[in-house]
């Protein structure tokens, strides 16, 4: 998978960052909205227990009332029922209500009727329908009490008298109360049963405030959530929106200086995005002032040979003598070879940052890659009387990570322009050290020097001071230009100086950062 494909946000590609930020941190509060299904499994744990509980309790009252004489069970039931909570009916034989704890006694509970609550019960019980239905929670048998009060009423118990073994029976009073019935065989009468009901309001009641605590914590959760998240996208997007429509108006150009906010007091990484995108900004409005410029320079040192072209080639029609009609022929030929040579170093010069951007440095040893360049001029002839010396380094002590291609062209300048400023019989000097950081490359001539206000302009694109009898044209001051531009595409420095031994003469010091074994 590609770097822009792992990038890439397919199905919130049209989501806004503020709406991925809110929605992450939703997202986060509907997982713990979630606990909602493990407060209903812990309301089933609790209702199971509950109906255990009664149970048991049931088979304990059971073995009591078998236990009292007939003339004791009114006493015993009503005694049992206060104390447990419960209510406490017998049923004989023919199914008739024989006895019932809350004749005997006060009631134990109360089912109230909803109609007579207020709205907030109605509230309530609407919740835990609307969360009961959620969670897909199994639905519950009504409990009522019956008109006529006889055991056929209670459907879950009617096998009872029968087959002797207890039943029991979770239901949901009108007001949604928990009401837990338990039915058990007497065996003093053969027939007869116990029903005992428990009231489970107090199962309701904690489970509705566990309820409402996670209702009150998901709330605030989610209004905390719902502000940081908006913090989050206030401290991300509005600078990041910011820079966009900063980096808009460079597009579209609209303004000669555009500042992209630098963001100086954050120190995160939208404000290493921000401060990066205002250098950015600048290297690009400074490149493009050096192509302005650089097209300036070009348009203005073309016009000159163009011009005297013209000149040459407008007269060269109206003279008849043989004789300035060759000189005239001559000036042609010197204007076109100029026209060529600006060409061929405007284009070199345009061409060395992007070339030095697609190579692949590799190990150049100065010193051989200098040697090779100083014994091929001599074969050639091409230094007019002027004697080259090099001090070659030892072996390996001076490489540099590099092209060596663009590097000759560097050294190549260099001892052009020194050869030309250096007189008849003089001696240009080149030597190369290292030391274990920093390789050193120093070219010095035998001229007439550096003045110190130049030193800096010589670097620049067309400029060009020339020894005195040289001929026009025969630079096109590039050189120094181009030499510069490929040392510090080397990470390099070149400057240039006057020799500080007392002679006459300028020296160019060059330094590389030495290769690494």
């Known amino acids: 998978m590609s770097r822009n494909e792992d990038l890439d946000l397919r199905w919130s590609a049209r989501w806004s960052l503020t709406s991925r930020i809110l929605a992450v941190n939703i997202f986060a509060i509907a997982l713990l909205a979630g606990s909602f299904f493990w407060l209903d499994n812990y309301r089933v744990r609790l209702l199971d227990e509950r109906t255990r509980q009664t149970e048991t309790q049931a088979e304990l009252i059971a073995n009591v009332i078998n236990r009292a004489t007939p003339d004791e069970r009114a006493s015993v039931i009503a005694a049992l029922g206060t104390r447990s ?7 004989g034989d023919d199914g008739m209500l024989t006895l019932d704890s809350w004749q005997e006694a006060e009631p134990t509970y109360i089912n109230r009727d909803p109609a007579t609550e207020p709205w907030r019960r109605s509230v309530a019980r609407w919740m835990d329908r609307s969360i009961e239905a959620v969670v897909n929670a199994e639905p519950l048998p009504r409990f009522r009490e019956p008109e006529v009060d006889q055991f056929s009423v209670w459907d879950f118990a009617v096998e009872v008298p029968d087959s002797r073994v207890s039943a029991s029976q979770l239901a949901l009073a009108p007001d949604r109360t928990p009401m837990v019935s338990v039915a058990v065989p007497l065996d003093a009468d053969a027939g007869s049963v116990a029903l005992i009901t428990a009231n489970a309001r107090d199962i309701r009641g904690d489970v509705r405030n ?30 990041l929106r910011r820079l966009s429509l900063a980096a808009k108006r460079v597009r579209l150009g609209r303004a000669r200086e ?24 600048q290297a690009l409005r400074e490149r493009i002032d050096a192509t302005e410029a650089f097209a300036a320079d070009v348009a203005h040192e073309l016009k000159n040979p163009l011009a005297s072209l013209s000149s040459a080639v407008d007269t060269l029609h109206k003279i008849q003598d043989p004789e300035l009609q060759a000189q005239l022929l001559d000036v042609v030929k010197d204007d076109v070879r100029r026209l060529d040579r600006l060409i061929t170093d405007i284009s070199s010069a345009s061409r060395i940052d992007a070339e030095l951007s697609r190579t692949n440095f590799e190990r150049v040893d100065i010193g051989d890659l200098i040697g090779g360049i100083v014994q091929g001029r001599s074969e050639r002839g091409r230094d007019s009387g002027v004697r080259i010396a090099f001090g070659r380094p030892r072996t390996g002590s001076a490489i540099i990570m590099g092209e060596a291609s663009q590097l000759a062209r560097v050294f190549e300048n260099l001892l052009d322009n020194a050869v030309s400023f250096s007189p008849q019989g003089g ?6 050290t290292g030391d274990g950081d920093d390789v050193f490359i120093n070219v ?32 096109s001051g590039l050189g120094l230009a181009i030499a510069k531009a490929i040392v510090e595409g080397h990470d390099g420095t070149i400057r240039a100086e006057n020799r500080d031994n007392s002679a006459q003469g300028a020296r160019f010091t060059i330094s590389f950062p030495m290769a690494r074994p």
């Not at 909570?85 to 049923?91: C, D, F, L, T, W």
């Not at 555009?258 to 205002?278: H, K, N, Y």
């Not at 010095?444 to 020894?467: K, M, T, V, W």
């Open 444 to 475: 010095e001539d035998e001229g007439p020097g550096i003045a110190e206000e130049q030193r800096e302009e010589i670097f620049r694109r067309f400029h060009s001071i020339r020894p005195s009898d040289e001929d026009f044209g025969k630079h």
């Open 427 to 432: 001696t240009v000097r080149i030597a190369a």
């Open 85 to 91: 909570g419960h209510r406490i009916r017998i049923y």
């Open 210 to 239: 566990e309820r409402l605590r996670l209702g009150i914590i998901i709330f605030v959760a989610a209004i905390v959530s719902v502000l940081l998240s908006l913090f989050l996208a206030r401290t991300i997007v509005r600078p």
């Open 258 to 281: 555009v500042v992209l906010p630098r963001l100086p007091d954050r120190r995160d990484e939208i404000g290493m995005l921000a401060r990066a995108l205002s250098d950015m900004s």
